[in-house]
């Protein structure tokens, strides 16, 4: 099922021994438009320090709640590199965390989390969950891997950040970036909420990542090869009703584009 990252939002953390904190922002790979980590706000008890939690940990979501259960104990969260969320993520860094926790690296090709991990793969469980996937080559495995990727630039985006950007068409603005929506199992993004109302008064549409031809960050804009008229005429994206496998395929017909 495909949920909007604002509904995941808020979303309290439950580690194996209590709450966690609250997430605040998703990190998502712009080149593979998929969340590689939820960025949690540990409030009273970790002095608001800010922490980054793998999907890999994340078992099966109570939405009513909104509640995202973990694999890991809080102080294993303690215990975790400590992150500047003002500045961005460096591989570096990535490294530090993927090996703590024991998990793969997602940047090698295989799967959207990497290797064969894959949303709550290591839930439920403890704190042996994450040290019993750590390897005793995993020392040389990171000084192998720093010497195969060592100016790699991690692509990591706030969800946060992009919402808002202006989307421009072939022929110009058609409106600004909503919401994603995301899907709870693989966690890929796989549609933009385009609101055109600054362009078409009360419209929302849906727009794959795999049309979006570049991404201008610093100009706060998504470029993507279709025109104003197809968007007008795309099928209207309706927030209260959850999106179907039909409504989909309509929409990628309606382009002449798969995704």
């Known amino acids: 099922?495909?949920?909007?990252?604002?509904?995941?939002?808020?979303?309290?953390?439950?580690?194996?021994?209590?709450?966690?904190?609250?997430?605040?922002?998703?990190?998502?790979?712009?080149?593979?438009?998929?969340?590689?980590?939820l960025v949690v706000d540990t409030g009273e008890w970790l002095s608001s320090r800010k922490v980054l939690i793998s999907p890999i940990a994340i078992g099966?979501?109570?939405?009513?709640?909104?509640?995202?259960?973990?694999?890991?104990?809080?102080?294993c969260v303690k215990d975790s590199p400590s992150i500047d969320t003002d500045k961005p993520v460096s591989r570096q860094y990535e490294r530090s965390y993927l090996a703590y926790y024991g998990y793969p690296y997602y940047w090698g090709g295989y799967g959207p989390l990497g290797g064969d991990a894959?949303?709550?793969s290591?839930?439920?469980?403890?704190d042996a969950g994450y040290?019993?996937?750590?390897?005793?080559?995993?020392?040389?495995?990171?000084e192998a891997d720093r010497r195969k990727h060592p100016d790699d630039d991690p692509h990591l985006r706030s969800a946060n950040a992009v919402t808002r950007y202006h989307i421009h068409a072939a022929d110009g603005d058609i409106g600004h970036v909503q919401g994603l929506l995301v899907d709870e199992k693989s966690w890929v993004i796989r549609f933009m909420i385009v609101n055109t109302s600054n362009w078409w008064l009360g419209h929302q549409v849906l727009i794959a990542p795999e049309w979006v031809d570049d991404l201008g960050w610093a100009?706060?804009?998504?470029?993507?090869?279709?025109?104003?008229?197809?968007?007008k005429d795309s099928p209207s994206y309706d927030a209260g009703t959850p999106l179907n496998s039909a409504q989909e395929a309509d929409i990628h017909k309606h382009y002449g584009l798969s995704g």
Not at 122 to 126: D, F, N, V
Not at 131 to 142: F, K, R, V
Not at 219 to 231: I, N
Request: proline share 3%.
């Open 1 to 37: 099922m495909l949920r909007s990252a604002k509904d995941i939002e808020d979303c309290t953390i439950g580690a194996t021994d209590g709450a966690i904190g609250k997430v605040e922002d998703c990190y998502f790979d712009d080149e593979a438009w998929v969340i590689r980590y």
């Open 131 to 142: 040290e019993h996937m750590q390897t005793e080559n995993a020392g040389a495995d990171a």
């Open 122 to 126: 290591i839930y439920p469980g403890s």
């Open 60 to 75: 099966q979501p109570d939405w009513s709640e909104k509640t995202l259960p973990v694999s890991i104990s809080k102080a």
């Open 118 to 120: 894959y949303a709550g």
């Open 219 to 231: 100009e706060g804009k998504v470029m993507v090869d279709l025109t104003r008229r197809a968007v």
